[in-house]
């Protein structure tokens, strides 16, 4: 089967549905495509609350990532049975966690995206193809003439568009069709970089975790079975880790010295600080991605309250996704989801209690919650992709606090958008431990966006031109929100104005009228400047 749009978005995650709004409400016709049933990625599928800055409630990301906020918190709103007071906040944070100001539930981040995109769908604009991902993509010069997915029975449709957007979540289409890209860790010597290593690592990626959320039934036993690698699991002790990685020990990523986390389900914790630059929030693992908080609810309306299990235990460490054959993938999939059993079972048979006892046997996985039936995450956490060879490579003396100090990020000309988090890498196949790097507000530069070579392609994910090591501050979600974005603005552009990328990048005249579109659009293309009077 063949079928034409004009522009393609591949891969439904985060990126990509904001690079189909922004073509849709330029009137383009859209066609995505996704491996799983949910739109969303890290928001959903793979069931990580956003990651965020300080500032995200005032400024610092586009009109368009705030109204999903918006929208998420409005759903809470006209369907939960929330306490008076979570009801008036501006700020309702659901669940009350703190990694986030806004902790919500994977499915409901997926709902609201869905009704985001609802008009389209009703007028024929957008088509989704849900579980297909790509297999193959034909090239004619420098341009991607059609991409070929394929659905769980090994059918496949041939993709047509005059631009294709890349939204996968490790970079799929960059391979298959010729682009030039990067994976690992780079060199010093390639980037010159403070944090990069002497020599390039190319199969070197930071690990990717399975996530699953749970509740705590107290009285009940929710034991799920041993799983069969358990007892290896039990004893795996990752390199420069400080115990054994099922435990509540791990290293603090800003001082690397090992910390004894605390995880008391369903503990009265008084108000919650979601403020990483204040604290990262992760010493206490019920609190830190709790997603539905029992205080905003009617009191006795809900037993439990619900948080993710996110943590550096469930980091995958014995190999990557990227740069294997497809049987060494498939290990490494089942092996990160025996990881993320094992350390359930492990919460539920052996973690020690305030008490002096072990185990909670009443924590329940909350499949309904992720959209599975056996209660994990869609996919997998994804940390790290295949990135372009971009015309700018975005590095980390560009944003290093150390490096550039109060003089600020480096201002790039040809801005398209603005984010903000720390170099927050987490340990690596290679067996390298955190790195964190401090970071100042930084711009996106749309040259990080264009490939050194195709010109009908765009990435909208952790694909862009950045390095393994800014890779960690670029990855979180207003940043992907951002980049998908302003990618399907761009693809609609140049369809408007019989222009490519390449051309409005290059020509000053045509940049400056591209990013007065996305100011119009509400894009941020730089941090406020606060002065005193």
Not at 74 to 81: F, S
Not at 333 to 344: I, N, Q, Y
Request: hydrophobic content about 40%; aromatic content about 8%; proline content about 8%.
């Amino acid at each position: 089967m063949k079928t034409s749009t004009e522009v393609l978005v591949v891969g439904g995650g985060l990126g990509g549905a904001a690079a189909a709004l922004a073509a849709l409400r330029r009137g383009r016709s859209v066609l995505v495509t996704e491996e799983t049933d949910w739109l969303g990625g890290q928001l959903t599928s793979q069931g990580v609350p956003p990651d965020e800055h300080p500032w995200i409630e005032q400024f610092g990301c586009t009109r368009s990532y705030r109204a999903l906020r918006d929208a998420i918190r409005d759903y809470y709103r006209t369907w939960y049975p929330l306490t008076d007071e979570a009801r008036a906040r501006p700020d309702l944070n659901p669940g009350q966690g703190r990694v986030s100001r806004l902790c919500h539930e994977p499915r409901i981040g997926a709902a609201v995206l869905h009704a985001m995109l609802g008009p389209y769908l009703a007028a024929g604009q957008l088509r989704v193809l849900y579980g297909h991902r790509p297999v193959g993509a034909t090239v004619d010069g420098d341009r991607i003439t059609g991409v070929t997915v394929a659905d769980a029975a090994g059918q496949t449709v041939e993709l047509t568009a005059p631009y294709v957007i890349d939204a996968t979540e490790l970079g799929d289409l960059l391979p298959l069709a010729g682009v030039e890209h990067v994976t690992g860790f780079e060199s010093r010597t390639q980037t010159g970089e403070p944090s990069a290593p002497d020599a390039a690592q190319p199969d070197n990626m930071q690990a990717f975790s399975w996530v699953f959320a749970v509740d705590h039934r107290a009285g009940e036993d929710h034991t799920i079975a041993r799983p069969p690698g358990y007892s290896a699991w039990a004893r795996y002790q990752p390199p420069q880790w400080p115990d054994r990685l099922l435990s509540l020990t791990a290293p603090d990523p800003r001082t690397l010295q090992p910390v004894r986390r605390t995880f008391v389900p369903n503990a009265d914790t008084g108000p919650v600080v979601a403020d990483q630059s204040k604290d990262a929030g992760d010493k206490d693992l019920w609190i830190f991605r709790r997603i539905l908080s029992r205080a905003v609810l009617r009191p006795g309306f809900a037993a439990s309250d619900i948080t993710i299990v996110n943590w550096p235990m469930i980091d995958y460490l014995p190999g990557p996704l990227i740069g294997v054959s497809e049987e060494e993938r498939a290990k490494h999939l089942d092996g990160a989801r025996e990881l993320s059993l094992s350390m359930l079972y492990w919460l539920q048979t052996e973690a020690p209690r305030p008490d002096g006892g072990t185990g909670w046997p009443g924590l329940r996985l909350r499949g309904d919650v992720m959209g599975t039936a056996d209660g994990l995450a869609k996919a997998p956490y994804i940390r790290e992709s295949r990135r372009i060879q971009a015309q700018r490579t975005v590095v980390e003396q560009d944003l290093s606090f150390a490096v550039r100090g109060t003089r600020g990020a480096v201002a790039y000309p040809d801005s398209i958008g603005v984010g903000m988090y720390r170099v927050d890498l987490h340990p690596s196949t290679g067996g390298d431990t955190y790195i964190d790097v401090a970071s100042c507000p930084f711009q996106i530069p749309l040259g990080a966006l264009i490939p050194v070579r195709l010109r009908n392609l765009l990435p909208a994910g952790k694909n862009i031109g950045t390095t393994h090591i800014t890779n960690g501050c670029y990855r979180l979600h207003p940043v992907e929100w951002n980049v998908g974005e302003v990618a399907g603005a761009l693809a609609a552009h140049c369809l408007d104005n019989g222009t490519e990328p390449h051309q409005v990048h290059a020509a000053e005249g045509r940049l400056r009228a591209f990013q007065d579109e996305l100011v119009r659009d509400g894009v941020e293309l730089a941090w406020p400047e606060v002065k005193g009077y």
